[in-house]
């Protein structure tokens, strides 16, 4: 879901899908190497 949110967001705001999608789901609370949500949430 967290995914499908990142890609729409940059298919909304025209953003470059390869450059900004892992960013944005880090920063929706995604551990993107551990594959599972960060325990200190999506605010740092």
């Known amino acids: ?3 499908l949110r990142a890609e729409r ?3 909304n705001f025209n953003m ?3 450059e900004h ?3 944005l789901m880090f920063e ?3 551990d ?3 594959n599972r ?3 200190e949430g999506h605010v740092a």
């Open 1 to 3: 879901m967290v995914n």
């Open 32 to 34: 993107l190497k551990n």
């Open 28 to 30: 929706m609370g995604v």
């Open 21 to 23: 999608k892992e960013k």
């Open 16 to 18: 470059d899908l390869s």
């Open 9 to 11: 967001i940059c298919a």
């Open 37 to 39: 949500l960060r325990p």
